[in-house]
Every structure is written in structure tokens, then in C-alpha cells.
């Protein structure tokens, strides 16, 4: 079965410092991987996506992650984080379970600024 | 445009009470999903429905149902709720089926059981 796990359950770092968010999935075949931020009050936003191709993918907001299918791994990072970047982010692969695509989130880490 | 809108905003129920929660997808969007957020979790895929017609459903018991209009808006249906069935309900909608579309989340409803 599908799983996506985010080991990290809360991260606090300095505003200006690099990020970043570590994420494991388990999925048979080629997957389609994804990275969601949810700030309280708002819905959660597609920061970006992992199709195929390059394994390096950047998103909005500044933020990169890297696909390594010998890890099994698709990390978010961000080079310099800003007050504005606090809140919960999921990692997320997509699935097939008989005619529906549906996607399995992660338990998500909350990040935390310090000024 | 209009995002993914979800009413109520928030709800409380007692046990054992019905619940019905609705959805509009974007205008063109043909797909609509529900997910399931506890609090401090990830959410939880519910069912996915395409052209009215159900794709698919998660491990959710059969107190949860859903069903999608001609306009493609959707309502989903809580039987008999549980203290457990407290969470924020989220709908998404994509234009196509497929995960190759991207799906876009509305702000949710939260649910209280009391």
C-alpha cells in the first residue's frame, strides 16, 4: 500500500536560515509526488509537483524539492525562510486505487520562524 | 474567478445526528474529491466522483456518502456521527480524472460532534 511519511513532527528555524523538510513515500511504481502548505485559516496550496523528468522540481514561493528514487525521498527545501513561510506543510504522493486518483497525504511538519 | 467554496464554514452536531456538507468546484472543474483532516494529521481521502459518477472511495464506513450534481457542485452525507467524525472536511476539484490535473482544495468545514 501507498504510505507517506514525514519523520520531522515540528521544526523551528531562524528567519533568513535554510530549510529543509524531509519526506519518505512508499509507492510501487512510479510515483506522482507533490508538497501542500496549509496556514491556519486557508486551504491547503500546491506548492509544487513531481511528475517525471528532472528530479530537481521548483515550486512557488521559492521553495525546490528533489526526487531520489534510491532513497525513496522527495525533500523540500528553501534557502532563506521568511516570517511569512510559518505553517504546515504535507507531503503527498498520488495514487490509483481502482478507477479513482486520489492523493495520500503525510502527516505533515509544522515550521516554525524565530525572528 | 471563484475558488472551490465549501458551506457551512463550521458546524456543530450532537451524536448520532446527520450531517450535510456541500461543495462548488471551480467553474469547469468536472472532478470533485473529499478529504477528511483530523486535527494533527494529514487529510484522509474520502471518495472521488467524475462526472457524477463515483471513482472511488476510501477506508471510510458506510455512515459516509456523497453524491455529485449536474453542475458538478457535490454534498457530502454523515450518518449517525461519532465524536470521531470531528475534523475539517475538505473538497478538491480538478478539471479532469486524472492526478495529472492539479487539484485545488477549498477552505473546508469544520465539523464539531458533540
Known amino acids: 500500500a501507498q504510505s507517506v511519511t514525514q519523520p520531522d513532527i515540528h521544526i523551528t528555524v531562524s528567519e533568513g536560515a535554510s530549510l529543509e523538510l524531509r519526506c519518505n513515500y512508499s509507492?510501487?511504481?512510479?510515483?506522482?509526488l507533490f508538497w501542500y502548505v496549509q496556514s491556519p485559516g486557508q486551504g491547503l496550496q500546491l506548492l509544487l509537483k513531481?511528475?517525471?523528468?528532472?528530479?530537481l522540481v521548483q515550486g512557488i514561493k521559492g521553495f525546490e524539492a528533489e526526487f531520489k528514487r534510491s532513497q525513496s525521498s522527495f525533500n523540500l527545501r528553501k534557502p532563506s525562510v521568511h516570517w511569512s513561510d510559518a505553517a504546515e506543510y504535507f507531503c503527498?504522493?498520488?495514487?490509483?486505487?481502482?478507477?479513482?486518483?486520489?492523493?495520500?497525504f503525510g502527516s505533515g511538519t509544522r515550521l516554525s520562524i524565530r525572528p | 474567478d471563484a475558488g472551490v467554496t465549501q458551506s457551512p464554514t463550521h458546524l456543530i452536531k450532537t451524536r448520532g445526528q446527520h450531517v450535510t456538507l456541500r461543495c462548488s468546484p471551480i467553474?469547469?472543474?468536472?472532478?470533485v474529491s473529499w478529504y477528511q483532516q483530523v486535527l494533527g494529521q494529514g487529510p484522509q481521502f474520502i471518495f472521488q466522483?467524475?462526472?457524477?459518477?463515483?471513482?472511488g472511495r476510501g477506508n471510510f464506513p458506510d455512515r459516509f456518502s456523497a453524491r455529485q450534481f449536474p453542475n458538478y457542485s457535490s454534498e457530502l452525507n454523515v450518518n449517525a456521527l461519532l465524536l470521531g467524525d470531528s475534523a475539517l472536511y475538505l473538497c478538491?476539484?480538478?478539471?479532469?480524472?486524472?492526478?495529472?490535473?492539479?487539484?485545488?482544495f477549498g477552505p473546508g468545514t469544520r465539523l464539531t460532534v458533540l
Open positions: 478538491a476539484s480538478r478539471s479532469g480524472a486524472d492526478l495529472y490535473n492539479e487539484q485545488f
Open positions: 509507492y510501487g511504481a512510479t510515483p506522482y
Open positions: 513531481y511528475f517525471s523528468g528532472d528530479t
Open positions: 503527498a504522493v498520488g495514487a490509483r486505487g481502482g478507477s479513482a486518483s486520489k492523493i495520500i
Open positions: 467553474s469547469g472543474h468536472k472532478s
Open positions: 466522483y467524475y462526472e457524477k459518477e463515483e471513482r
